[in-house]
């Protein structure tokens, strides 16, 4: 038998494949999240609030500002498909006009104190001394007050207004992130890799930002996560006493607003019990995105 016969068996025996994408950190979270149904229905309907929230203009019936007054507090009818409120303004046109603000505000709060607590935990998880026991001693001052208390006294100074909402929010809601953040700095800090940069010659500020950070940061999506259903129901609570989004704006809140009255709650349900209604499945959502979340950044599950 000849060479070239000898290649031509061997060929023969070799199984020619694609190649399989590889295995990625990336590819494993989301392997992990699929697993919770319950995440991925949240997804899903988190998603469609979003995109109904982002085409307002196009898929409300009316406009969300529009008075009749000789057209208020209708039933649902063919013109009005969940009635109309105490200004004769449509009430789905302002539940699609209102998952806009409800949800921008649970985003934009969230971000500002998730950015407020990476700061100060960053610093002082890493610098440790006294940096850490000033940063830990306030942050333990904004701890002890009750979370709803602080928001609507500061609410309550600085007066109602969407701008004003997410500003509370976000001013009072980073103590969390802040000792998680700090936590993970404490332990990633004396990683080999860590040490490893120091010694190298690496400053503070690329080590922070580029080696514990990262590392950090499972625990604090999730946390942030739950921060938006969170953001979503204080905005829903000050609005209803008055303090958040006011007319003519428009939030699943504000809208709650109107249901102070006994005989809206016990005569008129179509005008609160559609934004009680999405408010409990946005935050049921997020909830349910979180867990999930949570289960797939899990390093002792990720396989």
């Keep these: 038998m000849g060479d070239d016969t000898i290649v031509e068996e061997i060929e023969k025996k070799i199984d020619?494949?694609?190649?399989?994408?590889?295995?990625?950190l990336r590819s494993i979270i989301w392997k992990r999240f699929k697993k919770n149904k319950l995440a991925l229905i949240g997804m899903v309907i988190l998603s469609i609030l979003a995109i109904i929230a982002i085409f307002a203009d196009f898929i409300a019936p009316y406009p969300a500002t529009t008075v009749d007054y000789a057209n208020k507090k209708l039933p649902p009818s063919k013109e009005h498909i969940l009635g109309t409120d105490e200004l004769g303004c449509?009430?789905?046109?302002?539940?699609?006009?209102?998952?806009r603000i409800s949800l921008s505000i649970g985003l934009v709060a969230v971000c500002l104190y998730v950015s407020i607590g990476i700061l100060i935990g960053s610093i002082s998880g890493f610098?440790?001394?006294?940096?850490?026991?000033?940063?830990m001693r306030f942050t333990d001052v904004v701890i002890s007050f009750p979370w709803l208390i602080l928001v609507i006294i500061v609410a309550a100074i600085l007066g109602p207004s969407i701008y004003n909402v997410m500003l509370v929010i976000g001013?009072?809601?980073?103590?969390?992130?802040?000792?998680?953040?700090?936590?993970?700095?404490?332990?990633?800090?004396?990683?080999?890799?860590?040490?490893?940069?120091?010694?190298?010659?690496?400053?503070?500020?690329?080590?922070?930002?580029?080696h514990l950070l990262p590392n950090a940061f499972a625990p604090v999506l999730v946390a942030a996560t739950m921060g938006v259903a969170d953001a979503i129901i204080i905005e829903a609570a000050l609005s209803f006493l008055g303090l958040g989004v006011v007319f003519p704006n428009t939030s699943w809140g504000?809208?709650?607003?109107?249901?102070?009255?006994?005989?809206?709650?016990?005569?008129?349900?179509?005008?609160?019990?559609?934004p009680g209604i999405l408010i409990s499945i946005a935050?049921?959502?997020?909830?349910?995105?979180g867990d999930g979340l949570r289960d797939a950044l899990d390093p002792k599950l990720i396989q």
Aim: proline share 3%; with cysteine; aromatic share 12%.
């Design 90 to 99: 449509d009430v789905l046109s302002r539940l699609i006009y209102g998952a």
């Design 283 to 289: 935050v049921l959502c997020i909830n349910f995105i």
């Design 16 to 24: 020619y494949t694609v190649a399989k994408k590889p295995i990625t």
């Design 127 to 135: 610098f440790g001394g006294w940096i850490d026991a000033i940063l």
């Design 254 to 274: 504000q809208m709650m607003n109107a249901a102070q009255s006994l005989t809206v709650l016990s005569r008129m349900p179509w005008l609160w019990l559609p």
């Design 171 to 210: 001013l009072t809601g980073w103590s969390t992130v802040a000792r998680l953040v700090r936590g993970e700095f404490l332990k990633l800090k004396e990683m080999e890799y860590t040490l490893a940069a120091k010694g190298l010659g690496a400053k503070n500020f690329r080590i922070i930002f580029t």
